[in-house]
C-alpha cells in the first residue's frame, strides 16, 4: 500500500464547476505539500500545510491531521486551471504522491 | 523569484554513454534534489545534497552518481545509459530547515530518452 494516496487518478470537468481532489497518508508527518505541473513538466508549489487551512485566490487547501487526510478544492474552474495536481507529505524527506490528473473543458 | 535552471529540456542519448545533468538555482539553497517522474509511479528522488560535496542517497540511486562542486550547481550522472533510465528527470532546491518542512522549487524538467 503506498504511504500517500491521492483520489481520483483522473477528473475531467466542465468550467465553473467546483473540483475537490483528495490525499491521504499513512505515515507521521510534519507538514501536506500541493502542488500544480502543467503539461511540460514544470512544477511548482501551491501550498504547504500542517493544520486547518489555506487560501489562495480559487484555490483551498485543507488538512486533518488525526484523519491524516487533505482536500485541494478549485472554486469557479477554469480551462488554464487543468494540469496535474500532486501531494506530497513531509518528514525528514518528501514522500510523494502519484497525482490527479485534471482536465477542465470549456 | 527563485529560478532553478536545468540545462537540457530534451535529451537522446545511446545505451552505454555517458550522460551529464546539470542543475543551477540561484537563491543560496542548502539542498538540492534530483527527481525522476514516470508515469503512474509520481516522482521518485534519486539523490539529494544538504551541503557542498555531501550527498544522500534517495529511493532509486542505482545507476546514479551525483557532484556537488558549488552550492549552486548539483550535477546527475548516468555511468552508462540504460534504456530503463529513459525518463523525466527534475531538479529541486529548498532552505535546509528540515527537507519535508520547506518548499521545493523545481526546474523545468529534462526528459531523456535512451535509444
Known amino acids: 500500500k503506498n504511504e500517500v494516496e491521492q483520489s481520483p487518478q483522473n477528473l475531467t470537468a466542465q468550467e465553473g464547476e467546483f473540483i475537490t481532489i483528495n490525499c491521504s497518508y499513512s505515515?507521521?508527518?510534519?507538514?501536506l505539500h500541493w502542488l500544480q505541473q502543467h503539461p511540460g513538466g514544470g512544477i511548482v508549489s501551491l501550498f504547504m500545510?500542517?493544520?486547518?487551512?489555506k487560501k489562495h485566490g480559487r484555490l483551498i487547501a485543507t488538512i486533518n491531521i488525526q484523519e491524516k487526510h487533505s482536500s485541494l478544492h478549485i472554486t469557479a474552474s477554469h480551462p488554464r486551471d487543468s494540469a496535474v495536481y500532486i501531494c506530497?507529505?513531509?518528514?525528514?524527506?518528501?514522500?510523494w504522491g502519484a497525482g490527479t490528473k485534471l482536465i477542465i473543458k470549456p | 523569484d527563485v529560478k532553478v535552471t536545468q540545462s537540457s529540456r530534451y535529451l537522446v542519448k545511446r545505451t552505454g554513454e555517458k550522460v551529464f545533468l546539470e542543475c543551477v538555482q540561484d537563491m543560496d539553497h542548502e539542498n538540492m534534489f534530483w527527481y525522476r517522474q514516470d508515469p503512474g509511479l509520481g516522482l521518485r528522488l534519486i539523490y539529494f545534497s544538504y551541503d557542498v560535496k555531501m550527498k544522500e542517497k534517495g529511493d532509486i540511486p542505482e545507476g546514479y552518481s551525483v557532484s556537488r562542486e558549488k552550492k549552486e550547481r548539483f550535477s546527475l550522472i548516468l555511468e552508462s545509459a540504460s534504456t530503463n533510465q529513459t525518463s523525466m528527470y527534475l531538479c529541486?532546491?529548498?532552505?535546509?530547515?528540515?527537507?519535508?518542512?520547506?518548499?521545493?522549487?523545481f526546474g523545468d524538467g529534462t526528459r531523456l530518452s535512451i535509444l
Open positions: 529541486a532546491s529548498s532552505t535546509k530547515e528540515g527537507t519535508g518542512n520547506q518548499p521545493q522549487h
Open positions: 505515515v507521521g508527518i510534519s507538514a
Open positions: 506530497a507529505v513531509g518528514g525528514y524527506q518528501l514522500i
Open positions: 500545510l500542517s493544520s486547518g487551512k
